[in-house]
């Protein structure tokens, strides 16, 4: 059912020292940010010749990153996100086999525009999935 890694997200504190790590010490490409208000994150994209890394940054009060970087206060991978031909089956199926899909359960607009879904970790190996309509 899932299809390709669409993207790699790793929350961070300081969104302009971390970009700098991937520009300089990494060599990579790198996006400017983009406050993401609905969000509640500013966003850089690094464009890998494979995927994408996203950087993300508390952007508001009630982030919901905020709480994770009092638990990391170094950062770290926050979500991996796969792309799906259609999210509303694949939240069907997953939801039939006991899944747990976090918020009201119906795909919201992403960073990409594109319709998104996040499934609970504790049900995913510890690690928070996001599923990206492809
Ligand atoms: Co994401």
């Known amino acids: 059912m899932i299809g390709r890694l669409n993207h790699v997200a790793i929350a961070v504190r300081d969104i302009a020292a971390a970009s ?3 520009r300089s010490t990494l060599g990579a490409q790198v996006s ?3 406050p993401l208000a609905e969000h509640g994150v500013s966003v850089v994209f690094i464009t ?3 995927t994408k890394i996203e950087l993300l940054e508390p952007l508001g009060e009630d982030s919901p990153i905020a709480r994770f970087l009092e638990k990391n206060p170094d950062g770290g991978m926050h979500h991996i996100c796969y792309e799906v031909d259609d999210i509303e089956a694949a939240r069907d199926r997953l939801v039939k086999s ?3 899909v976090l918020g009201s359960g119906e795909p919201k607009i992403g960073a990409h525009g594109k319709p ?9 190996n510890g ?3 996001e599923l990206e309509q492809a």
């Not at 998104?116 to 995913?124: A, I, T």
């Open 20 to 22: 700098e790590v991937y």
């Open 32 to 34: 400017a940010p983009e």
């Open 48 to 50: 890998l010749p494979n």
């Open 98 to 100: 006991g899944a747990r």
């Open 116 to 124: 998104v879904l996040f499934l609970h970790p504790k049900d995913f």
């Open 127 to 129: 690690t928070l999935i």
